[in-house]
């Protein structure tokens, strides 16, 4: 296999790892910044690799439209195309697929969809998502999945099932290369369909396996249910991937229930947003009780934009719609994101990762609702 995975210890269902692949040795638990269009928005390389990220996502629906993966696959591939030294991880465009609504048409054999770029009209099948993906060059690719929405009806989570399994085994099949193919076990919030899913996808004995289908719209409640056995339904010795899930309570959770890879766009979005991402809880950079505030954004942090610059500055700086300001922000939510995952494998490591989490969840820091008044937001795989 292309990549290498070592279970080096477990408490609980909770695991420490070490994932490596062709171009990084990457310690699990791990959060993956989005790299959507092969950048990990505003940030350079040496500022990305500085926070302790080895691993970062890719998407192919959007390097299928831009540049084109036949101009990523003449430059050298992903790697040499960007510059990036560590791992990239591919998705297979299947959630942007299924975000387009309107823009798409899913049969059995494929989806036909608008660009949302230009409006042209594009084709995906499994064939297609693993040759693009092949292109890219990605130390590890995702089976093409069809997603469905929390309010879907009951029939279009097990279509949707079903499909995702016939794809997984067609992207397995079309397979030329040796990069590492992940399964995505799809079927909603029925134990009984992700059971089926799960059974379909391993049986194709593939080196790794994600959840999808997930932050799609439930409610929390329903998302922590399905925590508590889909994880346990993949195989213990490859890596368990949990697709487009990223508030830190989330995280912790899905460690706690046997998770190995994350990935989300809230750090950058946030950024984007002047929202920052902290040890106390989410904080809104525009609103004015930070406008005299002669302290960093979070005390608890050794970034460079904690270390060198007050709440005051950083206000200014999204008041004003100073790049520094987005730059900065996403610097330190990429950051907090990375600090997180190298405590929780700390605390896996000294046998103490029941102990902390119970620590952290009694803080009753609550990252996911509104900050200060605005409206709230979910993560996905979508641009970052």
């Given at each position: 296999?292309a990549?290498q995975?070592?279970l080096?210890?477990q408490?609980?269902?909770a ?11 990457v ?7 989005v790299?959507?269009?092969?950048t ?9 690799a500085?926070t302790g ?18 101009t ?9 195309f960007?510059g990036?030294?560590g ?8 959630f ?12 059995d ?7 949302h ?10 064939e297609?998502?693993?040759a ?13 999945d ?7 009806p ?17 992207c ?8 590492a193919?992940f399964?995505?076990?799809q ?43 889909a994880p ?14 990223g508030?830190?309570e989330?995280?912790?959770?899905g460690?706690a ?19 920052a991402?902290?040890s ?28 060198h ?7 200014h700086?999204a ?5 520094l300001?987005?730059r ?25 990762f029941a ?13 996911a ?12 795989p979508?641009?970052?």
């Amino acid at each position: 296999m292309a990549i290498q995975f070592e279970l080096l210890q477990q408490e609980g269902a909770a695991r420490r790892g070490r994932l490596t692949t062709p171009h990084a040795v990457v310690e699990t638990p791990v959060f993956m910044p989005v790299g959507t269009q092969a950048t990990v928005k505003s940030l350079t390389w040496p500022e990305v690799a500085g926070t302790g990220a080895r691993l970062l996502l890719a998407n192919t629906y959007h390097l299928y439209l831009r540049p084109g993966a036949e101009t990523v696959a003449a430059l050298g591939g992903l790697h040499r195309f960007s510059g990036w030294e560590g791992g990239f991880l591919t998705d297979s465009g299947g959630f942007q697929v299924f975000s387009l609504a309107g823009l798409r048409q899913i049969d059995d054999d494929g989806v036909r969809f608008q660009s949302h770029q230009d409006g042209s009209f594009h084709r995906f099948t499994p064939e297609v998502a693993v040759a693009v993906q092949e292109q890219l060059g990605a130390d590890i690719m995702m089976c093409f999945d069809d997603v469905a929405g929390y309010d879907s009806p009951p029939t279009r989570f097990r279509e949707a099932m079903l499909r995702s399994a016939a794809w997984a085994a067609r992207c397995r099949a079309a397979q030329r290369t040796a990069q590492a193919l992940f399964g995505i076990v799809q079927g909603g919030f029925d134990p009984a369909l992700r059971r089926e899913s799960a059974a379909r996808t391993v049986e194709l004995d593939l080196p790794g396996y994600a959840l999808g289908g997930l932050s799609v719209g439930e409610p929390k409640e329903v998302f922590l249910e399905t925590l508590t056995y889909a994880p346990a339904l993949l195989p213990a010795e490859r890596p368990r991937y949990l697709m487009g899930v990223g508030w830190p309570e989330d995280i912790v959770a899905g460690v706690a229930a046997g998770i190995d890879l994350f990935d989300c766009v809230l750090p950058t979005r946030l950024g984007r947003t002047t929202t920052a991402v902290t040890s106390t809880g989410r904080v809104n950079l525009r609103n004015a009780r930070w406008a005299q505030a002669d302290e960093p954004l979070d005390a608890a942090c050794d970034c460079a934009c904690c270390q060198h610059h007050s709440k005051a500055y950083l206000r200014h700086l999204a008041n004003t719609s100073e790049i520094l300001g987005i730059r900065l922000l996403t610097l330190h939510n990429v950051h907090f994101y990375q600090r997180l995952l190298q405590q929780i494998r700390a605390a896996l490591e000294a046998g103490r990762f029941a102990a902390w989490a119970a620590d952290f969840t009694s803080r009753g820091v609550r990252w996911a609702g509104p900050p200060e008044g605005a409206p709230a937001a979910r993560g996905g795989p979508q641009t970052p």
